[in-house]
């Protein structure tokens, strides 16, 4: 378990819900009551059992064992909050794929390749703005009855933004005639 970094976390004022790993050494002086029908399987408060864990994260940490019946697995989860229902751990755990899965999603489909600027503030618009352009395109997309899928529409869209050029030409699927003879006005590169 990387101590320091869920120290620095904590020293943040922040909590965490992490997954604890098989290894973990863990000394445990109180044990909570536990929803066994919720899937909590054990519930306690301690703290790392190793020297350099102890050392690096002075705090008490809680210990939740939890059953998950969709998958059928145990999971235990560390945090630094002491209060929470064990489910709430358990759950929020859960909801933090959601997040991750948002961010992946952002990462592919908002296509962000550089902030224009570095400040929270900078970072935070250009995302809103990507979101909001998204839907938009998409309803174009949509009520246009463009060729192709909505990535390709976004990247015309995003290649061509100053052309002056209509939409639907912009936007519709040119078909290029191959030339299989000479034309009277194709000039040859070398007069073979």
């Known amino acids: 378990m990387d101590f320091a970094r869920l120290s620095r976390v904590a020293t943040a004022g922040a909590f965490f819900v992490t997954r604890a790993k098989h290894n973990l050494r863990f000394g445990r002086p109180q044990s909570l009551p536990v929803d066994y029908a919720a899937g909590v399987r054990s519930d306690q408060i301690g703290r790392p059992r190793g020297s350099r864990g102890r050392a690096v994260f002075p705090w008490p940490l809680r210990k939740v064992r939890y059953f998950d019946a969709e ?89 061509h933004p100053f052309e002056k050029v209509p939409l639907h030409e912009l936007l519709a699927e040119q078909v290029f005639k191959s030339l299989n003879g000479h034309s009277s006005y194709q000039l040859t590169l070398f007069a073979l």
């Open 71 to 159: 998958t059928a697995r145990d999971l235990v989860f560390l945090t630094n909050h002491l209060e929470l229902p064990a489910v709430t751990v358990a759950r929020l755990y859960r909801l933090r794929w959601q997040v991750e899965l948002f961010f992946r999603w952002i990462k592919g489909h908002l296509r962000l390749q550089h902030y224009f600027g570095t400040s929270a503030n900078a970072v935070k618009t250009q995302i809103w703005i990507a979101m909001a352009i998204y839907p938009l395109v998409a309803i174009l997309h949509k009520q246009l009855h463009l060729p192709g899928e909505l990535h390709r529409t976004l990247q015309l869209l995003s290649v």
